[in-house]
């Protein structure tokens, strides 16, 4: 099983998108600065995570988030998240 995520920068607060088939360790590199693109963003929530029955089919859901219409879904889809952190 693979997985796509979706993290969110407490720094800049940009999204960070990828995939991998072990969560809980990429997040672990994620968190320790062993990532280059995420070495510099602060800490990172997970605020997405999506479950793919293979390495293509996430490799395909992982460019679609990333994509214009990707960024739209996932702002419909964590309306509620986004809500949130704006009241805090």
């Known amino acids: 099983m693979f997985w796509v995520y979706v ?11 990828g995939y991998t088939n072990n969560p809980k360790g990429r997040s672990k590199e994620h968190q320790s ?11 990172l929530k997970l605020v997405y995570l999506e479950a793919c029955i293979n390495k293509f089919d996430a490799l395909a859901r992982e460019k679609y988030l990333k994509s214009g219409r990707g960024k739209v879904f996932l702002k419909k889809r964590l309306k509620y998240w986004y809500k949130e952190e704006v009241q805090k």
Not at 8 to 13: A, G, T, V
């Open 33 to 43: 600065g062993k990532v280059l693109s995420t070495k510099f963003r602060g800490e």
């Open 7 to 17: 993290l969110r920068s407490s720094k800049d607060k940009k999204l960070y998108t």
